[in-house]
Nanobody
Framework: QVELVESGGGLVQAGGSLRLSCVAR????????MGWFRQAPGKEREFVAS????????RYADSVKDRFTISRDNAKNTVLLQMNSLKPGDTAVYSC?????????????????WGQGTQVTVSS
């Protein structure tokens, strides 16, 4: 099993960019599809983006499509989320998650390991 540690959150003005990083500690990262989820106060956790184990296929929520890009570097056990054109509605705690031998599905219940989360705040 892997341990996931996120970084890169912060405060940014609307229209700005942030890049989130999630580093996996453990030897089995390649066996995990990876996803990013977010949760705003008073709201349920929602899917943001996912990427398959080999990085060939990605999936995005409609709300972030064409603004966010997910990528992974299996040699560095890292998955990234590049967020551009940020909006106040993107404000949330962002967490990365791993789906063991999965395909990067969009429901949180399918994910086996989670990071602690990193706060992203977008001011208007």
């Amino acid at each position: 099993q892997v341990e996931l540690v996120e970084s890169g959150g912060g405060l940014v003005q609307a229209g700005g960019s942030l890049r989130l990083s999630c580093v996996a500690r453990g030897a089995t990262f390649i066996r995990y599809a990876m996803g990013w989820f977010r949760q705003a106060p008073g709201k349920e956790r929602e899917f943001v983006a996912s990427i398959e184990k080999n990085g060939d296929s990605t999936r995005y929520a409609d709300s972030v499509k064409d603004r966010f890009t997910i990528s992974r570097d299996n040699a560095k056990n890292t998955v990234l989320l590049q967020m551009n054109s940020l909006k106040p509605g993107d404000t949330a705690v962002y967490s990365c998650a791993g789906e063991f031998e999965g395909s990067g599905r969009s429901r949180p219940v399918h994910y086996d390991v989670w990071g602690q989360g990193t706060q992203v705040t977008v001011s208007s």
